[in-house]
């Protein structure tokens, strides 16, 4: 994954947190975020998305537009 697709993916993990947080929506709900943003935060320090390989996708080349 390139960077920015890492920065994302916490970004967005934090922003599902913030939801479970403020408590907006239900438990059912809430559990499925705080899952989501786990897998989120760990794909994004990790930078392997299980995805990205079953679909056999490769990002990491995509890094110039950034430097």
Do not use: H, Q, T, W
Not at 28 to 56: E, H, W
């Amino acid at each position: 994954m390139n960077i920015m697709d890492r920065i994302s993916r916490c970004v967005v993990a934090i922003a599902l947190l913030a939801v479970v947080i403020y408590g907006a929506v239900g438990i059912l709900l809430s559990s499925l975020f705080i899952l989501l943003s786990i897998l989120f935060v760990v794909a994004g320090i990790s930078g392997f998305c299980p995805f990205y390989k079953s679909i056999n996708v490769d990002f990491n080349n995509s890094d110039e537009y950034f430097k």
